[in-house]
C-alpha cells in the first residue's frame, strides 16, 4: 500500500511540473509567419492565403521566480502553489522516515540492540533531519547558502521542542495509569485525569537517557560563546571546537549505546540478588520471629546458628548447594523470575569463602551479618532495636522491588507485545527486507530534502513570513512523524516498561538531534565560511532541554500536572524567538 502510495505521488509530482506552452492561432498577416501549406510559399510575403502564427507565451514572474528543481519538479510562485508541494514533499520525507524506521526495527530483530541498537537505529532516525540541514547549507553561493541555512536551524530547533513538549506531553497523557506509593501500576487507569495520583513511570536508565540529553548541549553554548562574550574574532574558531566536540560526543554516545545492553543485564542481575537477599532475610525473620537483632541493635549470633540448623537438614555442618536451592525453592519470590542455580551460584560467591562449594556454620554467621548489616543502611542501633528488625526489613524489601522495577526487567520473564525475545522465522528474508526499507527511505529523503528546503523558502518568500517559523513548526511533523507515533502507541499500553521505551526514545531522539545534525550544521558553517547568528534558536533548545532533562533527570515518576509543563514550553518557544529576533534584533 505504502509503495502504490508512492508512485502515485511521483506521478502527480510528474504531471504537475510546470511548463511553457506553444500557443496556435490563425492570423492574415505578420511578419513572423510560416506556411500552412496551402497557398505556397508567395503567402510568406504577405498574401491572402491563410497562415498560422506561432507565439512562445510565459508568464513573465515564473520566468524570473520558478526554477524546476532537477529540471523536471513542480515549482510555483503563488502560495498556495508553495503549500501544496510542502504537503507533498512532506509526506514524502514522512514516508521515507517511516521506511527507515520500518527497516530499522527489522534489523533490531535479527541483529539485537548492541550495534544495531546503539548505531544504526539513532542515526537512521536522525537522517530526514540532516538531510535536510545538509541541503539547506550546500545550495548555490555562500550568500545564497546562508539565506538558507535557517530553514536547517528551524528543523533543528523545531524537531527537538517538537518532541520535549508537544509529544512529551501526549506520551503522558495517553500513557497514565494509576500512581501507587509514586508508582504507576501497570494496566490500571481508574483515577480519570486526577493531576497527582495518575501518571507514568519509568525505569532507572530514562533518567540516565535524560541526563545524556542535558549533557548534549554542551557544543550550543562553546558555539554561542563568542557572541555572548560580544565578540566577533573568535566566532569561526568556536564553530570548529563546538564541531569537534559535538562529533567526540557522538562517537562516545554510539559507543556507550552499543555496551549499555550488558551495563544494563549486569545491573539486573545484582538487583535480582538482591532481591533473593531480601526473600531470605524476611524468611529468616518469621522463623526467628522477628528477633535478628539483639538488644544493642546489632546482629544476635544465637538466633543466627540456630537458624543455621533448621536449614542443614542432614546434620552435617554444612549448607550444600542442593539445601541452599531448596532454601531459595521454599520461599516464594512472585514479583521475579529468575535462574534458581545462578542464584545458589552467587549464594556460594557470598558466603564460601573457603571455595569448597559448601556454606559452613561460622561462614553462614558471617554472611548473614553482613546482609543484616546492609539491610539497616546505617540505621542507628539502640534499646528497641530488636523489635525494630520487623520495619527495617520490610523497608529494605520494598526498597528493593523498586529498585528492581526501575531497571526495567521485563515482567515474569515474558516477552512484551513489541516482539523482543522472539525467534525470527526467516533471518534471511526480514535482513534483505530490512536493507531494502533503509535503502528506499535514505533515497527518498536524500531525493526530496533539496526540493522541500526550495519550497520551504519559496513560501517564505511569497508570504513574508520568515523560512524559520514555516520550518521550526511545519518540517518537524514531516521528519519526526513516525517516530512520533511510534512514541504514542508504546505509550498507550500502560505499562513501566513500555513508558520507559518511550520516553528512553524521545530523549535519545533530542541526542542525536543535538550531536549528529549539529555536527553537519556546524560543518556546513565552517566550510562554507557561514556566519553563525542564531543566538535565539540556542537559547531556545537550552532552556527546553535543560528543562525536561533536568526534570525527568531526577525522578522516574511523572504525574499528570507534569505534561501541561511540556506542552506551554511550545508556544513559549516559539514567541521567545519572535520577541528575541524580531523586537530585541538578536542574532
Given at each position: 500500500m505504502r509503495f502504490r502510495s508512492l508512485i502515485s505521488l511521483l506521478f502527480l509530482l510528474f504531471f504537475t511540473s510546470s511548463a511553457y506552452a506553444r500557443f496556435v492561432s490563425l492570423h492574415p498577416s505578420s511578419t513572423s509567419l510560416i506556411s500552412d501549406g496551402i497557398d505556397g510559399g508567395s503567402n510568406l510575403d504577405g498574401g491572402s492565403g491563410s497562415v498560422i502564427k506561432t507565439v512562445v507565451s510565459a508568464p513573465a514572474e515564473e520566468k524570473e521566480a520558478c526554477e524546476q528543481t532537477y529540471g523536471f519538479m513542480p515549482c510555483t510562485k503563488t502560495a498556495l502553489g508553495n503549500v501544496f508541494l510542502i504537503l507533498v514533499y512532506g509526506f514524502l520525507m514522512f514516508t521515507a522516515a517511516t521506511y527507515l524506521s520500518a527497516g530499522s526495527e527489522l534489523l533490531l530483530e535479527i541483529l539485537g540492540p548492541g550495534i544495531v541498537g546503539g548505531l544504526f537505529l539513532p542515526m537512521l532516525g536522525a537522517l530526514p533531519d540532516a538531510m535536510l540541514i545538509m541541503v539547506s547549507g550546500l545550495s548555490g553561493d555562500a550568500a545564497t547558502a546562508q539565506s538558507q541555512v535557517s530553514v536547517g536551524m528551524g528543523l533543528l530547533a523545531g524537531s527537538t521542542v517538537m518532541l520535549l513538549t508537544v509529544i512529551w506531553g501526549t506520551c503522558t497523557v495517553v500513557g497514565k495509569c494509576d500512581l501507587r506509593d509514586s508508582i504507576a501500576v501497570n494496566n490500571q487507569d481508574t483515577k480519570g485525569f486526577h493531576l497527582n495520583d495518575s501518571g507514568v513511570t519509568v525505569d532507572i536508565w530514562t533518567s540516565y537517557a535524560a541526563r545524556i540529553m542535558a549533557i548534549s548541549v554542551i557544543p550550543f553554548v562553546i558555539v554561542q560563546l563568542p557572541q555572548m562574550l560580544g565578540s566577533t574574532s573568535g566566532r569561526h574558531l568556536s564553530v570548529l571546537v563546538a564541531l569537534s566536540l559535538s562529533v567526540l560526543m557522538l562517537i562516545s554516545y554510539c559507543v556507550?549505546?552499543?555496551?549499555?545492553?550488558?551495563?544494563?543485564?549486569?545491573?539486573?542481575?545484582?538487583?535480582?540478588?538482591?532481591?533473593?537477599?531480601?526473600?531470605?532475610?524476611?524468611?529468616?525473620?518469621?522463623?526467628?520471629?522477628?528477633?535478628?537483632?539483639?538488644?544493642?541493635?546489632?546482629?544476635?549470633?544465637?538466633?543466627?546458628?540456630?537458624?543455621?540448623?533448621?536449614?542443614d537438614a542432614n546434620k552435617d555442618g554444612h549448607l550444600s548447594a542442593a539445601e541452599l536451592k531448596a532454601l531459595i525453592i521454599g520461599i516464594s519470590f512472585e514479583e521475579i523470575d529468575f535462574d534458581k542455580d545462578d542464584a545458589v551460584g552467587k549464594l556460594l560467591q557470598d558466603f564460601d569463602k573457603t571455595l569448597d562449594e559448601q556454606v559452613d556454620e561460622e561462614?553462614?554467621?558471617?554472611?548473614?551479618?553482613?546482609?543484616?548489616?546492609?539491610?539497616?543502611?546505617?540505621?542507628?542501633?539502640?534499646?528497641?532495636?530488636?523489635?525494630?528488625?520487623?520495619?527495617?526489613?520490610?523497608?529494605?524489601?520494598?526498597?528493593?522491588?523498586?529498585?528492581?522495577?526501575?531497571?526495567?526487567?521485563?515482567?515474569?520473564?515474558?516477552?512484551?507485545?513489541?516482539?523482543?525475545?522472539?525467534?525470527?522465522?526467516?533471518?534471511?528474508?526480514?535482513?534483505?527486507?530490512?536493507?531494502?526499507?533503509?535503502?528506499?527511505?535514505?533515497?527518498?529523503?536524500?531525493?526530496?530534502?533539496?526540493?522541500?528546503?526550495?519550497?520551504?523558502?519559496?513560501?517564505?518568500?511569497?508570504?513574508?513570513?520568515?523560512?524559520?517559523?514555516?520550518?521550526?513548526?511545519?518540517?518537524?511533523?514531516?521528519?519526526?512523524?513516525?517516530?512520533a507515533v511510534s512514541a504514542i502507541i508504546f505509550a498507550s499500553r500502560k505499562k513501566i516498561r513500555t513508558a520507559s521505551l518511550t520516553f528512553s526514545e524521545l530523549c535519545g531522539g533530542v541526542t542525536m538531534n543535538n550531536i549528529l545534525c549539529l555536527s553537519v550544521f556546524l560543518a556546513i558553517v565552517y566550510l562554507r565560511g557561514l556566519t553563525w547568528n542564531f543566538s535565539s534558536e540556542v537559547l531556545v533548545i537550552l532552556i527546553v532541554c535543560l528543562v525536561m532533562g533536568g526534570f525527568a533527570s531526577f525522578r522516574t515518576t511523572y504525574p499528570l500536572w507534569t505534561c501541561f509543563i511540556a506542552y506551554l514550553l511550545y508556544p513559549f518557544s516559539l514567541g521567545l524567538v519572535y520577541i528575541l529576533d524580531y523586537w530585541f534584533g538578536w542574532s
Open positions: 556507550y549505546q552499543v555496551f549499555q545492553p550488558w551495563i544494563q543485564r549486569r545491573r539486573l542481575a545484582f538487583a535480582k540478588h538482591k532481591h533473593v537477599i531480601s526473600g531470605i532475610l524476611k524468611h529468616l525473620k518469621q522463623h526467628a520471629l522477628g528477633r535478628l537483632l539483639d538488644d544493642e541493635g546489632q546482629p544476635d549470633e544465637h538466633v543466627i546458628r540456630r537458624l543455621f540448623e533448621t536449614i561462614e553462614f554467621v558471617r554472611g548473614i551479618k553482613h546482609w543484616l548489616i546492609q539491610a539497616m543502611g546505617g540505621a542507628p542501633s539502640g534499646p528497641d532495636a530488636g523489635p525494630r528488625t520487623m520495619k527495617f526489613l520490610d523497608n529494605f524489601h520494598v526498597q528493593t522491588k523498586r529498585e528492581h522495577a526501575l531497571l526495567g526487567d521485563n515482567e515474569n520473564g515474558e516477552n512484551d507485545e513489541e516482539g523482543e525475545g522472539g525467534e525470527v522465522a526467516d533471518p534471511k528474508w526480514i535482513t534483505i527486507k530490512a536493507a531494502l526499507l533503509l535503502l528506499l527511505g535514505a533515497a527518498i529523503a536524500a531525493a526530496f530534502a533539496d526540493p522541500l528546503v526550495d519550497t520551504v523558502n519559496n513560501f517564505s518568500a511569497a508570504t513574508g513570513i520568515p523560512s524559520f517559523f514555516i520550518s521550526f513548526i511545519a518540517l518537524p511533523l514531516a521528519t519526526n512523524s513516525s517516530e
